[in-house]
């Protein structure tokens, strides 16, 4: 594929796709380029192939602060140690 440089990118954007990168774990090259593929996916007809995952890293920050909260709560039981177990 062809690169493409794009010039003159507005701050905000910018700010926006180091956010992205970030929150993902990737390289801004990455986060761009997922950006406009679900930019293109949301407006285009064409059906993309169908991903088969062996993780759960696609879900990774897509809950609200208020579902990750909620899960927090009903998995703090999961910390404790029960020392019976462990003898």
Known sequence: MKQITIRNIPEE???AIQKEAHRKGVSMNKAII???ER???AT???KK???LYHDLD???GTWSNEEAKEFRKNTRMFEKINE???K
């Open 34 to 36: 997922s950006l406009l």
């Open 84 to 86: 019976d177990v462990w």
């Open 58 to 60: 696609h879900l990774a």
């Open 39 to 41: 930019t293109v996916k």
């Open 44 to 46: 285009s007809p064409v």
């Open 13 to 15: 954007v910018k700010k």
């Open 49 to 51: 192939k169908r991903i």
